[in-house]
Nanobody, 126 residues
Framework: QVQLVESGGGLVQPGGSLRLSCVAS????????MGWFRQAPGKEREFVAG????????YHRDSVKGRFTISREKMKNTVHLQMSSLKAEDTAVYYC???????????????????WGQGTQVTVSS
């Protein structure tokens, strides 16, 4: 089992920045990839960003490219999502995810992630 705990959410004005963090514990030695999903009220959940465990490959959905950056600190079993130039449409609950197995396109499709954190709220509003 893997436990994921997110932090860093909050209220920020449009154009502002936030850094989300996710600490993984438990059986993290065989982690294959990690990522972030988000779900806004009344909308479907969407895959935001993914990173392989070595950190050598990342993915960001088109709507956040150039504004969000996913990264990881291997020794701390931590993944970050640096969010800049935030917009109202970024408002959502953000979930950290991980998986221990998956196909080669896992970090681009988000389909293989089976461990989820409890979520952290990000609200972008003036």
């Amino acid at each position: 089992q893997v436990q994921l705990v997110e932090s860093g959410g909050g209220l920020v004005q449009p154009g502002g920045s936030l850094r989300l963090s996710c600490v993984a514990s438990g059986r993290t030695g065989t982690t294959y990839a990690m990522g972030w999903f988000r779900q806004a009220p009344g909308k479907e959940r969407e895959f935001v960003a993914g990173i392989n465990w070595s950190g050598s490959d990342t993915y960001h959905r088109d709507s956040v490219k150039g504004r969000f950056t996913i990264s990881r600190e291997k020794m701390k079993n931590t993944v970050h999502l640096q969010m800049s130039s935030l917009k109202a449409e970024d408002t959502a609950v953000y979930y950290c995810v991980s998986c221990q197995f998956g196909p080669a396109d896992t970090i681009r499709t988000g389909r293989a992630f089976d461990y989820w954190g409890q979520g952290t709220q990000v609200t972008v509003s003036s």
